[in-house]
């Protein structure tokens, strides 16, 4: 390994650690449990690559709901080019949604782009049922609005890395959410 002492230091302070992200990921996964309890047909957990890789693999081991799960990776052109409402898809789902319970598991929720167009996309698939659950939220971000089902925690408007979530493809695999200074 080189020598990075070269390097700037990097302060991330800790959110939320590993305990408390499990702690929540439990609770959730017990509510999403009550909710589909009634439901008949298959639930299809939607993970939104990359970031939220770590959420859904705990989530997915919490629920006693059976499940499958599938993967899209998506990404929303951003406040500058939303009028042209395109959402780039990268990777689209491998199964077919329709008549299913289908719950979106994205890692935070910023302007809500993003989500919004995966939402109207996966929409006219027919699916069962659509709901989103989400590991953090930023309410004071939103430039459009989102019906979000699940939330794990709400927070201020700051930029977070870990579990997941990266800071140009870094960071992803810090088993804590952190805010880098
Ligand atoms: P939105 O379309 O603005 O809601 O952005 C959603 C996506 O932007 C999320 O799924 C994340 O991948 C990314 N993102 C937004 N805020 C953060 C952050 O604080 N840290 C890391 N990624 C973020
Ligand atoms: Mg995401």
Same mark, same amino acid.
């Given at each position: 390994m080189n020598n990075t002492s070269d390097q700037p230091a990097v302060q991330i302070d800790c959110l939320y650690s590993a305990a408390q992200i499990q702690q929540r990921v439990q609770a959730l996964a017990v509510q999403i449990d009550v909710d589909y309890s009634q439901s008949t047909g298959e639930l299809v957990l939607v993970g939104l690559l990359n970031g939220a890789v770590m959420f859904l693999a705990d989530l997915s081991r919490s629920l006693q709901t059976p499940h499958r799960l599938d993967f899209m990776q998506v990404s929303s052109y951003g406040d500058q080019q939303a009028s042209s409402g395109q959402l780039r898809v990268l990777k689209d789902l491998d199964g077919n949604i329709c008549g299913k319970h289908v719950l979106i598991v994205e890692d935070i929720i910023d302007t809500g782009h993003t989500l919004q167009q995966t939402l109207a996309r996966l929409a006219k698939r027919q699916p069962a049922s659509l709901h989103v659950c989400t590991l953090?939220?930023? *309410?004071?971000? /939103?430039r459009v609005a989102v019906g979000v089902d699940y939330v794990g925690f709400q927070i201020e408007d700051v930029f977070v890395i870990g579990y997941g979530m990266d800071d140009a493809q870094q960071? /992803?695999?810090? *088993?804590y959410i952190g805010v880098k200074h």
């Open positions: 953090l939220d930023k *309410p004071s971000r /939103r960071y /992803r695999h810090l *088993p």
